[in-house]
């Protein structure tokens, strides 16, 4: 067996526990239409990128397994609430997501926004479970770290950059910045929540960190290449819509021979990063670096 | 000085510190419109009455001061927030609160839900300083017990029951599950949050359990018996729009002299509860109960 088929014997595992998890966890029984909505975002398809760097840095880790799998869950639901509030009309107007109606088009305006605020809630329920489940320290420091990605400072603060930019040139260093926060900061605390389940150094943290921030960059860059070259079938979603919208991406700015060389930097930035950590059992984490800048959709 | 305007003294002093660590804490640095937003929302008015049953639980407790203001804080963040996603165009479509316009006729409504999102966040990211300032278990304790009071079991739960329920004859029991959900939730996790803050014995916990939820489901009664019988400009907010919104209230479904001494029962109820509870400072709380149901505003 060649160490890219262990690799996804791993992944299949990962994302099927993940699943699973995620499955047990969103409740079935809320209100009205809105389990259904939660449902319907959050159990069907995607990449499941987030839960598999949690995974990944908790191996890297030696973490506690329970920590992880709740850390890779509450990831994952904020990234979905986000997507469905990023489709809405108010937002980027969108009808199609992995290839499926928008939750909005599906069960209405209201129901998608709350099911989006429910769906944060519940990522902050998913990590403070019984005391016995799961040390209390933990529990508060993986509330920190992804309370501070999903804010201002991360994920929502990009979002109003993004918002706010509509129309406007953006210089590269600023484009970057809004990218740091939106896409990045969650992608990072991915990385940072996973390794908060175990021991790490200082040094290794801060490795760690600069891999997740290498990723989370290259991911948007790759995503941003991928909305020019790959039709709307191939993504799930609807292709070309930054160019349609006016926003500006890194390919209007770099253009893409140069948005492809800085993917490709990226890379080589995140396996040092992962030289540097001090760890011995960063596979997973490389390998997950070279499918961000490697995949197709 | 008659106990009255001791109480009166002890709010003014309560409202005044959570105000002052809202000023602090709500970032003026947030990007594009948000912060502008945020602040908008959060900083200027409101009763701030969910701050003031955490504060005075934790002073029946005697608990930890700077635990009770973060608690505070956060139980207010995610009130506003709740307010400023309820009043959008796609739920209550609502224009004015506290007498000035509503957040997305200010700011726009992709503005509105991005700061709304912002501010869940936030609540999250104020319950979870350094360790030096907050012990690790007792940030868990308040991240769980605020997580679930506005997720699909509480807070946006009962909202979807709103939604779903429009227009359409509601029994009394379900119009109360709406309500224990859709605003109890938040307000008996509020005493409860308070109460977490120090130490209290299993029975002194559920005393105050049924203190928050006789407050709660109080609290929710009046206000449908003022939507009625205030004006907007006393209430700061549209009057008369569960009615225009074919809304089921407590009016509508128990007469309003009916929903009235349902309210003074809950009085009782709450004010019976403390009297179990075995603690000996409950003044504040007891004044809190009496204030939520003689408001006129």
């Known amino acids: 067996m060649n160490s890219r088929s262990v690799f996804e014997g791993w992944m299949r595992e990962a994302v099927q526990r993940t699943e699973a998890a995620l499955e047990a966890w969103v409740p079935g029984d809320a209100p009205a239409l809105l389990g259904q909505a939660i449902a319907y975002s959050v159990l069907d398809g995607g990449k499941r990128l987030r839960p598999l760097l949690v995974l990944a840095a908790a191996d890297a880790v030696r973490g506690h397994g329970q920590a992880a799998l709740r850390a890779a869950v509450a990831v994952e639901l904020i990234h979905a609430y986000s997507l469905v509030h990023d489709d809405m009309p108010c937002m980027d107007n969108d009808v199609l997501r992995r290839g499926k109606p928008t939750v ?168 040092d990063a992962l030289g540097r950590s001090g760890l011995d059992s960063c596979a997973w984490l490389a390998t997950l670096a070279d499918l961000v800048v490697d995949r197709d959709s």
Not at 123 to 146: I, N
Not at 180 to 197: D, E, H, N, Y
Not at 222 to 237: E, M, P
Request: charged share 20%; aromatic share 4%; proline share 3%.
């Open 104 to 271: 909005h088009v599906r069960f209405g305006e209201a129901t998608a926004m709350l099911a989006g605020d429910a769906m944060q809630a519940l990522a902050f329920e998913v990590l403070t479970p019984a005391e016995s489940e799961l040390p209390a320290a933990l529990q508060a420091r993986l509330c920190g770290l992804l309370a501070r990605a999903a804010g201002s400072a991360g994920m929502a603060g990009g979002q109003a950059i993004d918002l706010a930019s509509i129309g406007k040139p953006l210089t590269e260093p600023r484009l970057r910045e809004m990218h740091r926060r939106k896409t990045g900061a969650l992608l990072q605390a991915s990385v940072l929540m996973g390794a908060a389940t175990g021991n790490t150094t200082r040094a290794g943290w801060t490795a760690l960190a600069d891999y997740g921030a290498a990723v989370g960059l290259a991911f948007q860059i790759v995503d941003d290449i991928l909305d020019v070259t790959q039709g709307s079938d191939k993504l799930g979603k609807t292709a070309g819509k930054d160019v349609d919208q006016d926003k500006p991406t890194y390919v209007t700015v770099l253009g893409i021979d140069r948005a492809r060389a800085e993917a490709q930097a990226l890379r080589r930035e995140a396996h």
